[in-house]
Nanobody, 115 residues
Framework: QVQLVESGGGLVQPGGSLRLSCAAS????????MGWYRQAPGKQRELVGV???????NYADSVKGRFTISRDNAKNSVYLQMNSLTLEDTAVYYC?????????WGQGTQVTVSS
């Protein structure tokens, strides 16, 4: 059974930093793109950033210059370094992994930015 397990969420003050991690286990097929999405209360889930197997990245305009996504292919893991956090970054963050077959989702980790 495939599982994506996220960690690293929590409460942080505006201007602070957090690092999210996501590890995939039980994956039998090659994983291509990995990424992070987020969903704030009352809003639709949106893309935060995506990274290809080769390391190319793409980010939502709202996080460019503040967030950095990286991955470790050997560990089937993806990371999200979040700096200069603002109140608008408060959301549940979901890890995503696209294989040559199914697409997998993590259970989500809460990030709350509050003073």
């Amino acid at each position: 059974q495939v599982q994506l397990v996220e960690s690293g969420g929590g409460l942080v003050q505006p201007g602070g930093s957090l690092r999210l991690s996501c590890a995939a286990s039980g994956v039998l097929l090659r994983i291509n793109d990995m990424g992070w999405y987020r969903q704030a209360p009352g809003k639709q889930r949106e893309l935060v950033g995506v990274i290809t197997r080769g390391g190319s990245t793409n980010y939502a305009d709202s996080v460019k210059g503040r967030f950095t996504i990286s991955r470790d292919n050997a560990k089937n893991s993806v990371y999200l370094q979040m700096n200069s956090l603002t109140l608008e970054d408060t959301a549940v963050y979901y890890c995503n992994a696209k294989s040559v077959g199914p697409t997998y989702w993590g259970q989500g980790t809460q990030v709350t930015v509050s003073s």
